[in-house]
């Protein structure tokens, strides 16, 4: 998936993804600061993706979830049709 820039749930593409089997994925940050891709329930985290880096793969199960950067709390996906209440957001970008 991409990082296209801290736009809240704009923030990813393609958002949401799923409803579908457990995947494999990682994000490839195309914005020109660091994020970092955590699970809301902490099953994982990328730690810092550099500017057109890309992250580790991580595994998400079919029931799916959503996710966050941790650095910037208003970036929030979902994969796999999980519902869930995104954490609450702090910082700069929540007007975004
Ligand atoms: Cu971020």
Do not use: E, K
């Amino acid at each position: 998936m991409s990082i296209v820039g801290d736009r809240g749930a704009q923030s990813f593409n393609p958002n949401p993804v799923g409803p579908g089997a457990a995947l494999t994925v990682a994000w490839q940050n195309a914005d020109g600061v660091a994020h970092r891709i955590v699970a809301n329930d902490n099953s994982f985290d990328t730690g810092n993706i550099a500017a057109n880096g890309t992250s580790p793969v991580v595994t998400v199960p079919a029931a799916g979830l959503n996710y966050h950067c941790s650095i910037h709390p208003g970036m929030v996906g979902a994969i796999n049709g999980s519902s869930g209440t995104p954490p609450p957001c702090s910082g700069m970008y929540c007007a975004d």
